[in-house]
């Protein structure tokens, strides 16, 4: 094993709450303008069958997650859904974009300590360009403040990433990536970077394992998480902390929409390897599941 290498996993995976969006990126299942989405938000009682789903799964830790709308239209259910994740003994982990500083500390109070957002990309021309249809998300700056607003809220892990394949120049995004995770470290807390890849992109499993290689050197002391998004992820698995798996990128997608991804899904997962594969699997390389 090589000093870069780890040998500890956590699993994680995502519990979609809704894939109504008022934004319209371009590169987004969920986008506003796109007609062929039949639109659904989950009840309480069937965000609890999901939650209940991903803790017999044998995963705790639960990405609540969902297209933006408004916060006064899904900030009571994102509240709820939050609580009844710690209900279910699961680790709720936030993210959504446009949650004010009063709910963040209440989602705080309620049991999380994880917020997540990705500035997708730290190309400020393309990300204008990638987000002018998008209201809630147009705005540079502000983006990157809201995890400012998340920390001060009380959030101490902060999960942050870049969508590689929105930009070509996938050194520059590694670089800004790096300059971003050391300024959040400078601020005291606990940062979980991602390296997801844009599904239409042609990223190869080499290029992807050099990204991750390279954050791994630069970033010795932080966690990196790798989601299902990836098809060829096992020669990453002693490079990363966090991974993902049993995910379904659309609401009830364990449960009340089983089997309704194509109507519904954000977006096509690589790897769809149930949680007991991946546990087993990672086991055979010597990585102990947490």
Not at 87 to 97: A, Q, R, T, V
């Amino acid at each position: 094993m090589t000093n870069i290498e780890r040998n500890i996993a956590t699993l994680y995976t995502c519990l979609y709450i809704t894939n109504e969006c008022i934004n319209d990126c371009g590169y987004c299942g969920f986008r506003k303008s796109n007609d062929n989405l039949e639109r659904i938000t989950l009840t309480e009682n069937e965000i609890r069958e999901e939650a209940i789903a991903i803790r017999e799964s044998g995963v705790r830790n639960a990405i609540i997650i969902g297209g933006t709308l408004p916060e006064g239209d899904y900030k009571d259910l994102i509240l709820a859904s939050t609580e009844t994740a710690v209900e279910e003994n699961l680790i709720p982990w936030i993210e959504f974009e446009n949650l004010s500083y009063e709910t963040l500390k209440e989602l705080h109070d309620i049991g999380s300590d994880h917020f997540v957002l990705f500035q997708e990309t730290y190309n400020r021309e393309l990300y204008g360009k990638l987000h002018k249809k998008s209201p809630l998300k147009n705005d540079y700056d502000l983006r990157l403040q809201k995890i400012d607003e998340a920390i001060e809220a009380g959030f101490s892990n902060i999960g942050i990433g870049a969508l590689f394949g929105l930009n070509k120049n996938y050194t520059f995004e590694v670089e800004e990536l790096c300059k971003h995770t050391e300024n959040l470290q400078d601020k005291g807390v606990n940062v979980i970077v991602s390296v997801p890849a844009l599904n239409q992109a042609n990223i190869s499993s080499e290029e992807l394992y050099k990204i991750t290689s390279q954050i791994r050197i630069a970033l010795s002391g932080v966690s990196i998480a790798l989601s299902g998004r990836e098809r060829h992820r096992d020669a990453l698995f002693s490079l990363t902390e966090y991974i993902g798996t049993g995910g379904v990128t659309f609401p009830g997608g364990r449960t009340i929409h089983k089997g309704s991804e194509e109507v519904l899904k954000q977006f096509d997962l690589g790897d769809t390897r149930t949680p007991k594969e991946i546990i087993d699997l990672l086991k055979s390389l010597n990585i102990e599941v947490k």
